[in-house]
C-alpha cells in the first residue's frame, strides 16, 4: 500500500525542516522519493507531522515489570481497556499490561520504546512481554554494572575479556547495550548494604563504581556498540547526589564514541538525571542543583541525558537499584517487592504518590524541566519520565505542553504546587519555551541518534521506516504557548499513526491492534578465539554458582516475533 | 542411545534443569542426575493411561472421536456457556496459556490457576505487603540462615535442598556446615529430621509464633511460657540466629499457606522478612509445586494485569477471588462448563466443587487418566511439555526455563490445541 502525506507542517529536525509543508511518500513500509498516482492521500493540513516518537528509557516487559503489575491490583482496578475486535482487554495506570503498553505507546504516536533493564538471566521474560507487546519496535539493555564477572575483569584490568565476554553476554541474550545501574552499589545490596559515591569499593570484588563505569565506557566503544553505556548513577534520590553525578559523566570525558553502527558521537548516556541533580545534605534542606548539571551538560559534548520527569502522580517506582527501593520502603512505609538476582543485579518495586502539595515532589517536578529548559542544545535532553519511575508515559503529552508553555508552568506554580518549588528552584525564572522543532528533537531525533537507530528511526527522510504521527493541531494558527491543553490533547491521541507504511491509529483509536514491530538486538563479537576462551571460563563458573545451567541461559529465536540483529563487523 | 543434556524436569517448581535423559529409538529408556519424581515424570510420560485419541463421553461412555469433532464439541460448549471456567494450566508452557487468557476473553469467561488452591494466599498477601525474594543462586552463594516454613522439600521439592542449600557457593565454600537450617513444622517431617533447630509449632497456629519472632526482634519480652507449642527460651534462640544472620532466607509452602490463617499467616511472614532486613539480608521464596504454576501467574498478569481469578464477564479484566476463584465459582454454582488445562482438580478440590463438576460439562486437555479425566465429558490428549514437546516455564523464583522436547510425537501440543479451540470459538460466537 502507497500512501502520500499532503500538505501536513513537518517538523523533522534531523533534516533540518521545520514546520515547512512538505509531502511525504510511503512504499513498503519505507519513505520514498514519490509514489504512483494511485498511492492513498492523506490530508495533513492544518496539522503536525512528526516522525514516530522514539522513547529510549521506558520499564514495559521483563521479570521487575511483572512484579509491579502483580503487587499492585489497585493500580489495575480503575484504569482498563475493554476487547474490541482483535484488540485486546488490558488493565493498570502505571504499569500497564503489555497489549495496552503498545496500544497506548501508538495512540501518542510513539512508535519504539527501549526496555531500559534486562537481567541477563531473566532476558527471556522481557523476551516473552515483547511477544506480546503489540505494535512496537523494541529493545531492552543488559544490565552489568554489578555483573561478577565484569567487575572481575575490569578489577584485574582485562580490558579484552570484559570486551569478549560482554559481546558474547548481549549476543546471547539478544540486548541491545550495556545498562549500568548503581555500579557497585546493587552488588553490596546483596548483603543488605550499598556504596557511597563512585570511589566507594565493592564489598569483596574491591572495585569502585567508577572503575565500573569507565571500564563498561572503553568495553562499549571497543565493541562499538551503536548505542553508548547508559548509565543509572550511584546514589540516586539522595539530597546532595549531583557531585557523585558530575563526578560520573567526567569519569567518560576523554573516551571517544566509536561505534560501528549508526552516528552516535557522544561516549555518555545518562539517564534520570532528574533524580540525580539533587543538593542538600537532607530532605530538610534539600534543593535543586540542576542548573550546575544543566551547565555540565551545555559544556560537555561527550554526553546525552534523559530527564525522568516528574508528572505528579500516583505511581510505581521500580529499578535494579535494590537498596534506593528499600530506603524508600523505610521512608514511606509502602510495601515493599525486591528481587535479588545471582550473579548480575538486584531489584526493587514500590509504590510512590508524588503529590503536587509535597514539597519535595514539587521541587522534583521543577528540577526535571530546570533541566530541560537550561540545556542549550535540545539534542543533548531527551525527553523521558523513567516510566513508570517519574510518572506513567501517558502523561508524555502533558510534558510536551509543560515544556510548550511557560503560562501552563506559571499556572501550575502558582496553584499547584509547594512554596519549595520557587524558594528552591530556579524554574520560575525561566521562561524558555520549547518550539514544535525543539520537540521533536527531544522526543525523536535526539534519542533515535543517541540509540544509534538515526538511518531508520526519528526522521522522515528518504529511506526512513514509514512510522509517522500526524496530530490535530495547527502550528500557523493555533499558539501551543496559550493553547496549550490543546497541544496536549493533540498529543495525546493521534489523527494518524503509521507504522511501518500501515495506520494503525486513526483519530485517536488504535484500528490496526493486530501487528508486532521489530526487536532490535546486537550480534556481534568481539574477538573470536578471545570469546571461546571466556567462555569456556565463564562456563565453569557457572556450573559453580549459577542455579542454572549454562544451556539453559540463552534467548532462543522463538523468542522474538520480528528478528532485527544489528550486525556489528 | 543418545544422552540428552541439561534437559529441565516437567516436575516440580525447583525446574532442575541439568537432566540427562537416555533416548533410544525415540523412547526415553532412563534418566540422570533426576530425583525419583522427577525420573518417573520422564519415564511414564506414555504411561498405561496415557491417552492417544480424542474422546468424548456419549450416553454415558467414552467414545473415541476425531480431533476436529473434539475441538467443535469443546467450542460449542465454551461458546455456548454463561460462565465457562478455564481452570488448571500450571503444568503446560507459557504460549499455551496466553492463548488460554485469549480464549477466556473471547468467552467473556473466567481463567484461573492451581494457586487457587495452593499459593494464591501467598499472592493475595504480596498484594498487601510487598515481595522481597531472591533466585536460589543468591541462596546458593550467600545464605548462612535458612528457614523453612510449612513445607517438606525432602519428599516434595526432593533436590531442592541438595541443589541450593547443602550444595557449596560463592561465599558459603563448606556448603551445609556453612549454614543454619531451621524447619518450622508441626511434624517431625524428613526435612525437620535435617535442620540444626526444629520448631515444633501447634498445627495451625503459626501466626501466633510469627507474631512473636517478630515481637521479640522489635525488642519486647514474651510474658509466657509457651507460643503456639514453642518454649520462649527457644523462640529468644531462634530470633538471635536470625539476626546474627549475613544473608537469611524463608521458603515456605502449603504448610502454612493453606492453614488456619491462610493469607494473614503470610501478611506476617512478608513483615518479618521486611523487618529482618534492619538486622541482615533477608529475602523469601515460595516453594511453588508444578513446575510451572509460576509461569501461568506471570504470563496472565502481564496480558491481563492480575496473576490469576481473572473474570472478563465484562470484557475487560477483573480480578475478585473469593467471587471470581474457581472454588467460588464451582461451590456457587455458578460455572456453567469448565475446561481443565494441566491438571487435576478432580483430585485436589473440596467435594461441592467436585459435585458442580459432575452436574456442568467439563472439558479435559490432559495426556493421562486422572480423576478429572473421570468427570469429564470431552479428553483431549496433548504433547507432554518438555518430553514431546518445547515451551516456556518460570522456576519458583521466577526465572524462564526453556523446556526441550525429547522425542517425537503425534499429538498436538497444548498451545496448538488452545489455538484450534479459539480459532473454533471464534466463528461459533460470531456466528450467534
Given at each position: 500500500m502507497e500512501y502520500i502525506i499532503k500538505n501536513g507542517?513537518?517538523?523533522?529536525?534531523?533534516?533540518?525542516?521545520?514546520?515547512?509543508?512538505?509531502?511525504?511518500?510511503?512504499?513498503?513500509?519505507?519513505?520514498?522519493?514519490?509514489?504512483?498516482?494511485?498511492?492513498?492521500?492523506?490530508?495533513?493540513?492544518?496539522?503536525?507531522?512528526?516522525?514516530?516518537?522514539v522513547d529510549l528509557h521506558t520499564h514495559i516487559a521483563g521479570g521487575k515489570v511483572n512484579l509491579g503489575r502483580l503487587l499492585r491490583p489497585e493500580d489495575s482496578k480503575d484504569f482498563y481497556e475493554s476487547k474490541v475486535g482483535n484488540k485486546r482487554s488490558g488493565s493498570g495506570f502505571s504499569v500497564p499490561s503489555t497489549f495496552m503498553t503498545g496500544y497506548q505507546y501508538a495512540r501518542m504516536g510513539y512508535t519504539t520504546a527501549m526496555e531500559a533493564a534486562m537481567p541477563p538471566i531473566m532476558a527471556k521474560h522481557t523476551h516473552e512481554e515483547f511477544l506480546d507487546t503489540p505494535l512496537l519496535d523494541k529493545g531492552a539493555y543488559d544490565l552489568l554494572g554489578n555483573n561478577w564477572f565484569v567487575m572481575e575483569y575490569l578489577k584485574?584490568?582485562?580490558?579484552?575479556?570484559?570486551?569478549?565476554?560482554?559481546?558474547?553476554?548481549?549476543?546471547?541474550?539478544?540486548?541491545?547495550?550495556?545498562?549500568?545501574?548503581?555500579?557497585?552499589?546493587?552488588?553490596?545490596?546483596?548483603?543488605?548494604?550499598?556504596?557511597?559515591?563512585?570511589?566507594?569499593?565493592?564489598?569483596?570484588?574491591?572495585?569502585?563504581?567508577?572503575?565500573?563505569?569507565?571500564?563498561?565506557?572503553?568495553?562499549?566503544?571497543?565493541?562499538?556498540?551503536?548505542?553508548?553505556?547508559?548509565?543509572?548513577?550511584?546514589?540516586?534520590?539522595?539530597?546532595?547526589?549531583?557531585?557523585?553525578?558530575?563526578?560520573?559523566?567526567?569519569l567518560l570525558k576523554n573516551i571517544e564514541a566509536n561505534p560501528k553502527y549508526g552516528e552516535r558521537d557522544t561516549s555518555l548516556h545518562a539517564t534520570h538525571v532528574q533524580f540525580h541533580s539533587y543538593g542538600g545534605t537532607s530532605w530538610r534542606d534539600f534543593e535543586s542543583e540542576a542548573p550546575a548539571i544543566a551547565d555540565y551538560v551545555n559544556k560537555n559534548d561527550h554526553i546525552v541525558i534523559d530527564v525522568g520527569q516528574v508528572t505528579l502522580d500516583e505511581t510505581t517506582t521500580m529499578t535494579a537499584d535494590g537498596p534506593m527501593e528499600y530506603d524508600l520502603h523505610k521512608l514511606t512505609g509502602f510495601k515493599?517487592?525486591?528481587?535479588?538476582?545471582?550473579?548480575?543485579?538486584?531489584?526493587?518495586?514500590?509504590?510512590?504518590?508524588?503529590?503536587?502539595?509535597?514539597?519535595?515532589?514539587?521541587?522534583?517536578?521543577?528540577?526535571?524541566?530546570?533541566?530541560?529548559?537550561?540545556?542549550?542544545?535540545?539534542?543533548?535532553?531527551?525527553?523521558?519520565?523513567?516510566?513508570?519511575?517519574?510518572?506513567?508515559?501517558?502523561?508524555?503529552?502533558?510534558?510536551?505542553?509543560?515544556?510548550?508553555?511557560?503560562?501552563?508552568?506559571?499556572?501550575?506554580?502558582e496553584n499547584s504546587l509547594h512554596p519549595w518549588v520557587q524558594k528552591k528552584t530556579s524554574v520560575a525564572t525561566i521562561d524558555r519555551e520549547y518550539s514544535l522543532y525543539e520537540i521533536a528533537q527531544t522526543t525523536r531525533s535526539a534519542a533515535a541518534k543517541v540509540l544509534g537507530l538515526s538511518e531508520t528511526k526519528g526522521h522522515l527522510g528518504v529511506g526512513a521506516d514509514a512510522d509517522i504521527a500526524i496530530y490535530s493541531f495547527d502550528p500557523e494558527t493555533q499558539d501551543p504557548s496559550t493553547e496549550y491543553h490543546a497541544i496536549e490533547e493533540a498529543f495525546a491521541r493521534a489523527k494518524y499513526v503509521f507504522k511501518d507504511g500501515e495506520i494503525i491509529v486513526k483519530d485517536g483509536e488504535v484500528v490496526k491492534p493486530e501487528g508486532y514491530g521489530r526487536t532490535f538486538w546486537i550480534d556481534s563479537q568481539y574477538d573470536s578465539e578471545l570469546e571461546n576462551k571466556v567462555v569456556e571460563d565463564v562456563k565453569i563458573k557457572f556450573k559453580k554458582y549459577y542455579s542454572i545451567n549454562f544451556d539453559s541461559y540463552r534467548v532462543h529465536d522463538e523468542y522474538i516475533r520480528k528478528s532485527s540483529p544489528i550486525k556489528l563487523s | 542411545?543418545?544422552?540428552?543434556?541439561?534437559?529441565?524436569?516437567?516436575?516440580?517448581?525447583?525446574?532442575?534443569?541439568?537432566?540427562?535423559?537416555?533416548?533410544?529409538?525415540?523412547?526415553?529408556?532412563?534418566?540422570?542426575?533426576?530425583?525419583?519424581?522427577?525420573?518417573?515424570?520422564?519415564?511414564?510420560?506414555?504411561?498405561?493411561?496415557?491417552?492417544?485419541?480424542?474422546?468424548?463421553?456419549?450416553?454415558?461412555?467414552?467414545?473415541?472421536?476425531?480431533?476436529?469433532?473434539?475441538?467443535?464439541?469443546?467450542?460449542?460448549?465454551?461458546?455456548?456457556?454463561?460462565?465457562?471456567?478455564?481452570?488448571?494450566?500450571?503444568?503446560?508452557?507459557?504460549?499455551?496459556?496466553?492463548?488460554?487468557?485469549?480464549?477466556?476473553?473471547?468467552?467473556?469467561?473466567?481463567?484461573?490457576?492451581?494457586?487457587?488452591?495452593?499459593?494464591?494466599?501467598?499472592?493475595?498477601?504480596?498484594?498487601?505487603?510487598?515481595?522481597?525474594?531472591s533466585t536460589l543462586g543468591e541462596v546458593k552463594n550467600r545464605a548462612d540462615v535458612v528457614i523453612y516454613w510449612g513445607c517438606n522439600p525432602f519428599h516434595a521439592h526432593p533436590r531442592h535442598i541438595g541443589r541450593h542449600v547443602f550444595s557449596r557457593g560463592f561465599f558459603r565454600n563448606r556448603g551445609r556446615s556453612d549454614r543454619t537450617v531451621i524447619v518450622v513444622d508441626p511434624r517431625k517431617s524428613d526435612t525437620a529430621k535435617l535442620a540444626d533447630i526444629h520448631l515444633q509449632v501447634d498445627s495451625g497456629r503459626d501466626y501466633e509464633l510469627l507474631d512473636a519472632l517478630r515481637s521479640v526482634m522489635n525488642g519486647h519480652e514474651i510474658p509466657y511460657e509457651t507460643v503456639a507449642g514453642i518454649p520462649r527460651d527457644t523462640i529468644y534462640q531462634a530470633v538471635d540466629i536470625l539476626g546474627k544472620a549475613q544473608f537469611g532466607i524463608l521458603f515456605f509452602g502449603m504448610g502454612i499457606t493453606?492453614?488456619?490463617?491462610?493469607?494473614?499467616?503470610?501478611?506476617?511472614?512478608?513483615?518479618?522478612?521486611?523487618?529482618?532486613?534492619?538486622?541482615?539480608?533477608?529475602?523469601?521464596?515460595?516453594?511453588?509445586?508444578?513446575?510451572?504454576?509460576?509461569?501461568?501467574?506471570?504470563?496472565?498478569?502481564?496480558?491481563?494485569?492480575?496473576?490469576?481469578?481473572?473474570?472478563?464477564?465484562?470484557?475487560?479484566?477483573?480480578?475478585?477471588?473469593?467471587?471470581?476463584?474457581?472454588?467460588?465459582?464451582?461451590?456457587?454454582?455458578?460455572?456453567?462448563?469448565?475446561?481443565?488445562?494441566?491438571?487435576?482438580?478432580?483430585?485436589?478440590?473440596?467435594?461441592?466443587?467436585?459435585?458442580?463438576?459432575?452436574?456442568?460439562?467439563?472439558?479435559?486437555?490432559?495426556?493421562?487418566?486422572?480423576p478429572t479425566t473421570e468427570l469429564a465429558d470431552i479428553i483431549i490428549p496433548p504433547a507432554f511439555v518438555g518430553v514431546e514437546t518445547e515451551g516456556t516455564a518460570y522456576r519458583m523464583d521466577s526465572i524462564p526455563i526453556r523446556m526441550k522436547k525429547l522425542v517425537e510425537t503425534d499429538l498436538l501440543s497444548d498451545k496448538e490445541i488452545m489455538e484450534k479451540i479459539l480459532e473454533r470459538t471464534k466463528e461459533f460466537i460470531a456466528s450467534k
Open positions: 507542517n513537518v517538523f523533522d529536525p534531523a533534516n533540518n525542516i521545520n514546520g515547512e509543508k512538505i509531502d511525504i511518500c510511503i512504499s513498503n513500509g519505507k519513505i520514498v522519493e514519490a509514489v504512483k498516482d494511485s498511492a492513498k492521500v492523506i490530508d495533513a493540513s492544518n496539522k503536525i507531522v512528526m516522525p514516530g516518537g584485574e584490568g582485562n580490558l579484552d575479556e570484559c570486551a569478549a565476554f560482554v559481546a558474547w553476554l548481549i549476543r546471547v541474550t539478544k540486548g541491545y547495550a550495556i545498562k549500568i545501574v548503581n555500579p557497585g552499589g546493587t552488588e553490596a545490596w546483596g548483603w543488605g548494604g550499598n556504596v557511597q559515591g563512585i570511589n566507594d569499593p565493592v564489598p569483596y570484588f574491591d572495585i569502585t563504581g567508577a572503575e565500573i563505569i569507565k571500564g563498561l565506557g572503553k568495553v562499549n566503544e571497543m565493541i562499538g556498540l551503536p548505542h553508548s553505556i547508559h548509565l543509572h548513577c550511584n546514589d540516586l534520590g539522595q539530597p546532595g547526589n549531583y557531585e557523585t553525578t558530575l563526578k560520573s559523566f567526567d515493599w517487592a525486591n528481587v535479588d538476582i545471582e550473579l548480575e543485579t538486584g531489584s526493587g518495586v514500590v509504590p510512590f504518590i508524588y503529590s503536587p502539595k509535597s514539597p519535595v515532589s514539587g521541587v522534583q517536578w521543577a528540577i526535571g524541566m530546570e533541566l530541560f529548559l537550561l540545556t542549550n542544545d535540545v539534542n543533548k535532553v531527551v525527553l523521558t519520565t523513567d516510566h513508570p519511575n517519574a510518572g506513567p508515559f501517558i502523561r508524555y503529552p502533558t510534558v510536551i505542553a509543560w515544556l510548550l508553555s511557560n503560562k501552563y508552568r506559571t499556572d501550575l506554580i | 542411545m543418545e544422552l540428552v543434556k541439561d534437559v529441565p524436569c516437567p516436575f516440580c517448581g525447583t525446574l532442575c534443569d541439568d537432566i540427562i535423559v537416555k533416548v533410544e529409538d525415540n523412547e526415553i529408556i532412563g534418566t540422570i542426575n533426576a530425583c525419583r519424581i522427577g525420573h518417573s515424570k520422564f519415564m511414564d510420560h506414555k504411561s498405561a493411561t496415557r491417552y492417544t485419541k480424542p474422546l468424548i463421553r456419549k450416553n454415558g461412555s467414552l467414545v473415541e472421536v476425531d480431533m476436529d469433532e473434539a475441538i467443535d464439541k469443546t467450542a460449542e460448549i465454551l461458546a455456548n456457556s454463561k460462565r465457562p471456567l478455564l481452570f488448571g494450566w500450571s503444568s503446560t508452557e507459557c504460549e499455551a496459556m496466553g492463548i488460554g487468557v485469549n480464549l477466556a476473553e473471547e468467552l467473556k469467561g473466567v481463567i484461573d490457576n492451581t494457586a487457587t488452591v495452593c499459593h494464591g494466599p501467598s499472592l493475595l498477601a504480596v498484594q498487601d505487603t510487598g515481595y522481597p525474594v493453606m492453614t488456619a490463617g491462610k493469607n494473614r499467616n503470610i501478611d506476617a511472614g512478608i513483615c518479618t522478612i521486611q523487618e529482618l532486613n534492619q538486622f541482615a539480608k533477608y529475602t523469601l521464596i515460595p516453594m511453588r509445586g508444578h513446575y510451572n504454576v509460576n509461569g501461568f501467574n506471570q504470563v496472565c498478569t502481564w496480558q491481563t494485569g492480575y496473576p490469576f481469578c481473572v473474570d472478563f464477564a465484562t470484557g475487560y479484566p477483573r480480578y475478585n477471588p473469593g467471587e471470581s476463584g474457581s472454588n467460588d465459582l464451582l461451590q456457587n454454582k455458578e460455572a456453567d462448563s469448565m475446561m481443565v488445562v494441566g491438571s487435576d482438580p478432580g483430585a485436589h478440590f473440596p467435594q461441592k466443587a467436585l459435585e458442580r463438576m459432575a452436574e456442568i460439562p467439563v472439558i479435559a486437555i490432559e495426556p493421562h487418566r486422572t
